[in-house]
């Protein structure tokens, strides 16, 4: 919907207009009616900002909105509102990072297309699952969502909802949404190296095909923590053989890009797996040590040797994320310098 008064969201939304998948309705503000809302079937509106009263009439149309604008003065109204001048920590969307316009990749359709089924998580699971993408759950988002789920027949959703969007967690557990685990992410900027004193006997190195089934092994009973390993309804051998299966992935360049290790001879006895975001950001995904040599401080020497490595290629900053559960790996990423972005909820929704 374009608004008639001008704005500094009016480029973002000329930017949005161009990302949208689908079809696309551009509406003038003047010609906005509930009949042409009707007669289109116009379930998503995309706007810098409407006055209250069309939010309260688009809700009552169970119409999802999405706002371009000031997050302070659309939040309680709009479904979903995308404010790249905020830089307001508490909620999803804010910052420059989210500009239509001025980030490439940010995935604006994710937003818009509000729920996506997971290929790669359905095809190992043998079951159809979803992941709410708009990352906001509202009444008219779980109504909007739901016509997606019967018609892919979808078994599993999962839902994470930022821990501080009391509106999105009060329609999760309304709609029983089951809670499975905290998500914390922590990030790091690369800007000193670290000393690291590496035994003899040890060295670091790019893990290969022939490490693989060494790797597997190690990761065998690690993620006890996990949301799937709490969920009750996930058989358990086959969450111990999904991270197995992802560091297999990672080792060949899939999902995750890189696993590095440390090695005692040519036997890998820890491990961390890297994936490459932009040309200076990376996150860690599995972090693993062999129940052998647990204890011994080789974690942390993975770790500071991986950053390194990291630091050495030009990337500038590195993300981690792990359970709220797992005291262990959170005091190990504080101890080394990294710090706290955000506390999310995971949510499962079987049917």
Not at 53 to 70: C, H, S
Not at 133 to 162: G, P, W
Not at 327 to 346: D, E, H, I, R
Request: one cysteine or more.
């Amino acid at each position: 919907v374009l608004t008639p008064e001008q704005g500094p969201y009016d480029q973002e939304l000329e930017c949005a207009k161009q990302r949208v998948n689908g079809s696309l309705q551009v509406i003038p503000f003047s010609d906005l009616n509930i009949e042409r809302l009707e007669n289109d079937n116009i379930d998503i509106v995309i706007s810098t900002g409407l006055p209250k009263e069309w939010y309260y009439t688009l809700r009552g149309m169970n119409t999802v909105t999405i706002t371009l604008g000031e997050i302070s003065k659309y939040y309680q109204v709009s479904d979903i509102v995308v404010d790249y001048l905020s830089s307001d920590p508490r909620h999803y969307f804010v910052g420059n990072e989210h500009s239509v316009c001025e980030n490439p990749g940010f995935n604006f359709n994710e937003i818009s297309d509000l729920i996506c089924k997971l290929p790669w998580d359905s095809e190992y699971f043998g079951f159809n699952v979803a992941y709410l993408s708009c990352m906001h759950l509202t009444d008219n988002i779980f109504a909007k969502t739901s016509q997606f789920l019967r018609d892919k027949n979808i078994r599993l959703v999962e839902y994470l909802c930022n821990c501080h969007d009391q509106r999105s967690v009060s329609v999760a557990e309304k709609n029983d949404f089951n809670f499975t685990d905290i998500r914390i992410k922590f990030i790091r900027e690369l800007r000193n190296e670290f000393a690291v004193n590496l035994p003899d006997n040890l060295s670091f190195g790019k893990a290969k095909s022939e490490h693989i089934e060494h790797l597997k092994d190690i990761s065998r009973n690690l993620y006890s923590d996990s949301r799937y390993h709490f969920d009750v309804n996930f058989d358990k051998d086959m969450v111990r053989s999904f991270y197995q299966t992802w560091v297999k992935s990672a080792v060949h360049g899939q999902f995750d890009h890189e696993c590095w290790c440390l090695f005692e001879g040519n036997a890998p006895i820890a491990f961390v797996t890297i994936r490459y975001a932009t040309d200076d950001y990376a996150t860690i995904g599995l972090v693993g040590t062999s129940s052998s040599h647990q204890g011994k401080g080789l974690g942390s020497i993975m770790l500071k040797l991986t950053l390194n490595h990291l630091r050495s290629n030009k990337i500038r900053f590195v993300t981690v994320v792990t359970q709220g559960r797992n005291y262990v790996a959170q005091n190990l990423y504080q101890g080394m310098g990294f710090k706290t972005k955000s506390v999310q909820l995971w949510y499962h929704k079987w049917y």
